[in-house]
């Protein structure tokens, strides 16, 4: 077994569940999306190394097969699921997502890593297969073990299945995030991107002595998954800063040189930098009033800062008119829940994950998300209008599908009888405002009967997330008990 204990309490807790042994050797590999190999490339030695038959398709996702324990091979063939990428982002601002390693601990019953992102979404699920493949001694069925790649950025290995590839005839995925929880559906999504040519309004900063360049900083924002932490009304980094320059330097005066925030479309920003010119003093003064009441309302831990910068060389920036007229669109765009659903969930949702402005060149990406197909247009006019002040217009890509839940599903039957056998008590059987892997493999092999099953994660796609370790254990003894019933 890998030996991936960083403490006393992260051994202790391997000796009682194998899933915290493995997460630590998973966290040993470097996996932002589109970086996968290098663990692809370890789980295939391991897997060999036990003799079980596995194979890699053209795109890089990983199917392992492990034939039924002794006594069971009339058991239905179970899909066990999960993606092998990670969102990851750190405090440090040199961080590198392709280089830098996870360091996972346990404090206060919680595994987190030190100042990164866990990797817990979907780590925990990768532990969790390699966990039942390495086992000896766990009664189940026939077992095919899919890790696919590149789910972050748009659920790419899925999508890229080979047809006919999977044999079996029931589909646990495990990268839900709530451990009380069976997911039975999950809600579509539909990425966009925005490149806009500005450079007709940039122009060569005056170099007397009026104008100064000045930094000004964001960070410390709760931020959170796009998706299932999208109706907690916790701000976007992004529009906040767009808010604080509009609102506090010469409109008619300012010019704005820079401009970055968020990681991507699936994270809620939790921080945004821009570089703006503005008369003299005008930085400074501004300084006392935007660190005392700019931010109180964005959280405990959000943090402003303003800095003057030097000028080393020629500066381009936008003209004073069209530097408020993207502020205005930034501080406009739709962000949050659009509709709610019956159940109180969101039915839409739209979250401006990242944005980027330099040398007259403005980028962004943006993910709606619907569970009713009805949902694509709403989505789709909604976007298209966010960005038509500026004279720009959104790339929308094909929408990922909803996963929508079966009238009738033995696998999900079975799985609330072994969850009430083990605890007691009923799940609550949910559709969530995320995109899972389920649909977009159901759209392939359509007779799959599917759910979805994770430990408690919060925070996701930030360095706050966290899982509860009790938690794990329980995902861990629920798939153990779905497996051997």
Known sequence: MPNSAEDAEMRQAAEKCPVFDWFGFVSAYRRPSGSEAAIIAAISDCVAKWGLDHETDDYGNL??????????????????QAHVDMVSVSDSPGFRPDVDAIHPVIKDGWLLARGTSLGADNGLGVAAMLSVLASQDISHGPIEALFTVEEETGLHGAKALPPNWLRGSRLINLDSEDDR????????????????????AVQTLPEDQGVELIEVRLEGLAGG????????????AIIELARILADTWPR???RLVSLEGG??????????????ATPSGEGRAADTVLLSNKVAHLGADAALTVQPMARTKPILSLNPDTTISLLDTIIGHPFGVLEIAPNKRPNTSINLGRIGFDNGQLSAEILGRMVLPEGVAVLRDVIQRAWQGLGASAELSPPHPAWSPRQTSPLLDHTKDAYEALFGRSPEVATIHAGLECATILAQYPDLDAISIGPRIENAHTTRERAECASIQRFWDLLVEILSR
Do not use: F, M
């Open 263 to 276: 990681t991507g479309r699936n994270a809620i920003p939790v921080a945004a930098k821009a570089v703006i």
């Open 181 to 200: 929880e069976i997911i039975s559906g999950s809600s579509g999504g539909l990425p966009g991107i925005v490149c806009h040519d500005l450079s007709a």
């Open 63 to 80: 199917l392992v097969r492990k034939p039924a324990s002794a006594g069971s091979a009339q058991g239905l063939t179970t899909i066990l």
């Open 225 to 236: 998954h796009s998706g299932l932490d999208i109706d907690k009304g916790r701000p976007n």
């Open 252 to 254: 008619r005066k300012t």
